[in-house]
């Protein structure tokens, strides 16, 4: 470990002369351009058409997973990580869009002369893995402790769709995101900094990549000139590699195939042989065997005490069920323990287990409860990568303090104990973003006080206890709302929604009307407002709201029976059957929605209708006395059913 820098020292310049280009890499940088042609066809064609194939992205199967909802997506990430099974982790390097950013953004910062050194860490390299958990690991082991849900309707296609964009975020969070797991990242952490940190998906592709019998290997020719390491753009010392394990072990090698065309003697090829899980150094190790019981203790209490504190402030603070957080940290330490034995940590790192212990802490800190949903705005990847930048950044803040000489990416920060003129640039820099980073903290805090405040208030009955909760979630409120610095549509619900819940609706439609224009993809916000609406007497407004919120989802039950009950109580009969009807269908459970169509037909004069719609109401709820009731009126019998 370097005590004058925060990122790898760069190897020793290759033998043999300068490296040559590798052809390849245009190969690549053709492919991953039209992978992107094929993105925008796809947006344009959903534009022009209205509907279209759901979006072929790994994080759609999290609808799979959790709602039993088979899409492109799903299908994609399944195909994707059976081919890593055979090949290799291909799809990384030649079909991911994040990957051509970091490319074309190392490509752009190499351009005026600065190549990012890559950051090795221990700890944050968990990341990934730990945000797959999340993701698509945790649903299952939530599930498996609920009980089973009635009527499941199991497995169900779902490849087209008319919301395209409803799981992205907006354009000015997507570019800010495109732009700090690119750029910002990249020059920060290294080329592939956010495949490194970040990516949950590259985890499940690194792991199948381990016992895949694709790999880059190498024959007797290789001198160890070191041209192959300098041309992978992945971090992966690939010289190093070969001459211990006759292969690339790493699981970062994203299988670009520029270490093979770059080769001055052709000693390198991709072939098929053992896998790299299990595989042992050529001579004697240099991993100890205890290291892996001491890496298994410190993955045990860092993990202890991260699924400690999800466990009450992120995941399950409001939910009935528990999952014991010891047990997640158990399976989290013996994995680690299993990938130190097997050589993974055997390579050098840029930390002391001290400063790895500080970095994970900030990192879980910032990521998941400082940047996740700051300003109802920041999504999970790119908080993943700004924790991850803050954690670097911390120890290159306390190294710079440490030491008289210290120097981060190509710029020396400090020199004989005094801040050369990048060096202010970067504490004052730094001093801006603790500063932020600090002020976000204290608006989540309001902002999570208050959602734990009214979730207990929901459970209460009486007024008389809900409206001290009440009073404690809008000073939280409105507290957050003074401090924060961009207007949050979750602060401007949740005044809506205690604005509501005390009749007052005139507040409640001006709150929830401005929480609906911040996001509109929330869809118990715009049912809320049109409630307010139709409550305050706006009714032309309310039922505008409902027809747009139709317009955008039509699977909206409520929605649908809300309008239908308007059109009931206008005697529009005709304009409500409709969407009483659709209301069944999405909700049969339902009692009102069986009642209310029964009573529209009956007011067209339509009887054996209302009839048959009764009977099919006792045969979702048997014995129901409204519907017998109702049934005899009309002259049927209760018991007969047709």
Known sequence: MSTTTIHSTAPPPPRGGPVKKSRRSSWRAGVLIAVHVAIVLHVVQWWITGETITPIEPSESMQTLENGLVNAGFVFFAIAILSTLVFGRFICGWACHLVALQDLAAWALGKIGLKPKPVRARLLTWAPFLLAFYMFVWPQIKF????????????QAHFTTTQFWETFAGPWMAILTLCVCGFVIVYWLGSKGFCTYGCPYGAFFGLADKVSPGRIRVTDACRGCRHCTDACTSNVLVHEEVLKYGMVVDQGCMKCLDCIDVCPKGALYFGFG???????????????????LVDALVFLVVFGVGFWWMDHEVWWHENDYRVPSWLLAVLAAVIAAGMTWSGRRSKKFDFSIGEELVMAGVFLVTSQWVFRTLYSAVPNLLAIGL????AVLVIAVWRLIRNRDFAAQHHALRAEGKLTRAGVTFVAIAAVWFAFTGHSAVVQHHVRAAKATIATARKMEAPQEREPLFDNAMEHLTTAESLGLFPSSFVEFQIGEIAYARQDHTNAARRLGRAAALNPKDRPTRLMLANSLMTTGRESEAIQTLVDLLEDYPDVEEAHFNLGAFWFRKKQFRDAVPHLRQSIDLNPARRDNWVVLAASFAALGEDRAAGET?????????????AVDALRRLGFDPNKRP
Do not use: I, W
């Open 274 to 292: 053992k896998p790299s899980l299990g595989a042992k150094p050529k001579g004697k190790p240099k991993l100890a065997a205890p290291r892996y």
């Open 614 to 626: 009764l009977y099919a109401m006792l045969r979702v709820h048997p014995g129901d006395p409204e």
């Open 144 to 155: 498996a402790f609920l009980p089973p849900l009635e009527n499941d309707p199991g497995l």
């Open 387 to 390: 924790g991850a930048m803050t």
